[in-house]
């Protein structure tokens, strides 16, 4: 896979592609990235890649000609596999992990980081490009959101991360979130893993993760358990075995699901 990333701050997010997962997978070959600055597009001798909004208003725009000039650069470069476009900002479609994975199968991609107020329509309108938000929050600029994806995308392909058992079940590959986790020591400050994770019972162990995951999913995110029956069934039996109340019973939704006080 290559990725391109194009940004007005490439001393931002390189070092960041150089470490850990991500950058043992390009070590490895599984992925190329590439960031280009486009202000080495821009034809004036200010090397401006924004101005002021048409019909007022605070702060500026990026312009579409050097941006479109860059991604035609980017795109001509190495194979002629199809290069899947993303145009970073806050009013795309929800970064997930079934977003992420449908993109770690993708031979290309090019992430574009806005900056200032956000793009020139015609940048939208030019590219056709998927639009994806990494949370309902703004940032300055979009590098920490390529950051974001880049890896989401990265650990995804198969080989970046050792041990391919570790990917199946972490939160969000069934729709579910990970059951909790212990290591040394025993005992920490007089608190100990449950008795069955140390009794080594393989079979017993596997049974208290997958109930944990689906009690802790119910808690957390009921939100991703009510869109999966099967599941809620398997909780429902879960609870009716610990003798707890059936997922039915009026839980309320966690208060930071609430989207109307934005
Ligand atoms: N004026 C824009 C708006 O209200 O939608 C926000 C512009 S933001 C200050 C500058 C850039 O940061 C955006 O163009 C985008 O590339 C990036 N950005 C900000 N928040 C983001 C988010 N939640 N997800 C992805 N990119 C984001």
Same mark, same amino acid.
């Given at each position: 896979?290559?990725?391109?990333?194009?940004?007005?701050?490439?001393?931002?997010?390189?070092?960041?592609?150089?470490? @850990?997962?991500?950058?043992?997978? &390009?070590?490895?070959?599984?992925?190329?990235?590439?960031?280009?600055?486009?202000?080495?597009?821009?034809?004036?001798?200010?090397?401006?890649?924004?101005? +002021?909004?048409?019909?007022?208003?605070?702060?500026?725009? $990026?312009?579409? *000609?050097?941006?479109?000039?860059?991604?035609?650069?980017?795109?001509?470069?190495? @194979?002629?596999?199809?290069?899947?476009?993303?145009?970073?900002?806050?009013?795309?479609?929800?970064?997930?992990?079934?977003?992420?994975?449908?993109?770690?199968?993708?031979?290309?991609?090019?992430? %574009?980081?806005?900056?200032?107020?956000?793009?020139?329509?015609? %940048?939208? %309108?030019?590219?056709?490009?998927?639009?994806?938000? %990494?949370?309902?929050?703004?940032?300055?600029?979009?590098?920490?959101?390529?950051?974001?994806?880049? =890896?989401?995308?990265?650990?995804?392909?198969?080989?970046?991360?050792?041990?391919?058992?570790?990917?199946?079940?972490? @939160?969000?590959?069934?729709?579910?979130?990970?059951?909790? &986790?212990?290591?040394?020591?025993?005992?920490?400050?007089?608190?100990?893993?449950?008795?069955?994770?140390?009794?080594?019972?393989?079979? +017993?162990?596997?049974?208290?993760?997958? @109930?944990?995951?689906? +009690?802790?999913?119910?808690?957390?995110?009921?939100?991703?358990?009510?869109?999966?029956?099967?599941?809620?069934?398997? $909780?429902?039996?879960?609870?009716? +075995?610990?003798?707890?109340?059936?997922?039915?019973?009026?839980?309320?939704?966690? *208060?930071?699901?609430?989207?109307? =006080?934005?």
């Amino acid at each position: 896979m290559r990725i391109d990333v194009l940004t007005l701050f490439p001393e931002a997010i390189e070092p960041f592609f150089a470490c @850990s997962i991500v950058g043992r997978a &390009q070590e490895a070959g599984l992925v190329r990235i590439v960031c280009t600055n486009f202000r080495d597009f821009t034809t004036d001798k200010h090397r401006s890649v924004d101005d +002021k909004p048409f019909g007022g208003g605070a702060g500026m725009v $990026l312009m579409p *000609a050097p941006l479109l000039a860059a991604v035609e650069y980017a795109e001509a470069q190495d @194979s002629q596999d199809p290069v899947t476009r993303v145009l970073l900002t806050p009013q795309g479609q929800p970064l997930t992990q079934k977003l992420a994975r449908e993109l770690a199968q993708k031979p290309r991609l090019l992430l %574009i980081c806005g900056h200032y107020e956000g793009f020139d329509e015609r %940048i939208r %309108i030019g590219l056709q490009p998927l639009e994806i938000s %990494i949370g309902d929050y703004v940032l300055s600029g979009g590098e920490p959101a390529a950051m974001v994806m880049v =890896d989401a995308v990265v650990r995804l392909i198969p080989g970046a991360v050792g041990g391919e058992q570790t990917l199946d079940e972490e @939160s969000f590959t069934e729709g579910l979130l990970e059951y909790p &986790q212990y290591t040394r020591p025993r005992n920490f400050r007089g608190m100990e893993p449950p008795e069955v994770l140390v009794g080594g019972h393989h079979k +017993k162990v596997a049974e208290w993760r997958r @109930s944990e995951a689906l +009690k802790r999913t119910w808690q957390r995110r009921p939100d991703l358990l009510r869109a999966r029956p099967a599941l809620l069934e398997e $909780l429902r039996q879960v609870l009716a +075995k610990e003798g707890l109340p059936a997922p039915d019973a009026p839980t309320g939704e966690p *208060a930071w699901m609430d989207t109307t =006080d934005y």
